[in-house]
């Protein structure tokens, strides 16, 4: 019974998916430190505000609405986003395309029976099973 369990916690995928949640975590306070303590206070500066909305409210029929915590919730969600996106994804994005650059698809062409699409040298539409004539690519010299 426990060797089960061991072996399925051995395995590279939920090993990995823990050192990935336990990094995420960790990143999460570093991000959510720095729109803390860089960002909200830029966004007092602009707005004229002290960067802390958490106290503001209205009242309607007698009925108070604390709107501040949710605007403060927003702008957080919003600069974090701004953040991950700029200083994470896009890096991440433009080094995997200089580093690991896709590899050319194979040249296709409509099958004449069922129009389905097939590579330039098949001799079989893997579709309708008709027999076409392989296209002939010249030679680079």
Known sequence: ?????????????????????????????VVNGFVKAFLTP???????????????TFSAAGVVFPYGGFVNTLISFLLTAAVLYFCVVLPVTKATARYLPKKPKPAKRPCPECLTEIPEAATRCSACTAVVQPVVVPAAR
Request: aromatic share 10%; charged share 15%; hydrophobic share 50%.
């Open 1 to 29: 019974m426990l060797k089960g369990f061991r072996d399925f916690m051995m395995r590279g995928n939920v090993v990995d998916m823990g050192v990935g949640i336990v990094i995420g975590a960790a990143f999460t306070g």
């Open 42 to 56: 830029l966004v007092g500066l602009v707005t004229g505000a002290t960067g802390d909305y958490s106290n503001n």
